[in-house]
């Protein structure tokens, strides 16, 4: 089945740039995203990727993918204490009209002031 | 602008008690999710509905029944709640072209 696996820990000073990694199994997934969750609060949507494309730049935020690898790289420049946070990847795919996400465990971001 | 509305945040329930979780989305999107999370576990899919009528079992979902009541509300409930179900729900939500998935804030559930 799908897997996506992630390292569960980061750890970085305040303006160093952080670069979170995560495989992800399923060779078929139409995107893949970075969400964003901060203690006691829900799931932003940070960014996503198609799987067509092989990097996206969203202001601080990059997303690389090598699909060959299956590997998916989310780098956070000028890292910032509001950083602080864990970070999911996920991939979806399409199951009974509907896109499912298959998430990793997190990456428990932490920047040192 | 509100997005993904759940209800309640927060329950204490006791062991065999039962419960509804109330999710509602106005962004006219098809398709809704309910998943839990748990610690050291990721989110996991609990049910989710493709579209208004219809609803699938996602990877997790022994203990739970749900209602696609109308094409913005998806509920979720627990029929006689066991301290396992102790975790942190979400609901979501996406439309067709399925890449952009919204979460609510999450409802905080203990069973005791």
Known sequence: GEDVEQSLFLSVREGDSSVINCTYTDSSSTYLYWYKQEPGAGLQLLTYIFSNMDMKQDQRLTVLLNKKDKHLSLRIADTQTGDSAIYFCAESFVGAGSYQLTFGKGTKLSVIP | ?112
């Open chain 2, 1 to 112: 602008n509100a997005g993904v509305t759940q209800t309640p945040k927060f329950q204490v329930l006791k062991t065999g008690q039962s419960m509804t979780l109330q999710c509602a989305q106005d962004m006219n999107h098809n398709s809704m999710y309910w998943y839990r999370q748990d610690p050291g576990m990721g989110l996991r899919l609990i049910y989710y509905s493709a579209s208004e009528g219809t609803t699938d079992k996602g990877e997790v979902p022994n203990g739970y029944n749900v209602s696609r009541l109308n094409k913005r509300e998806f509920s979720l409930r627990l029929e006689s709640a066991a301290p396992s179900q102790t975790s942190v729900y979400f609901c979501a939500s996406s439309g067709s072209s399925g890449n952009t998935i919204y979460f609510g804030e999450g409802s905080w559930l203990t069973v005791v």
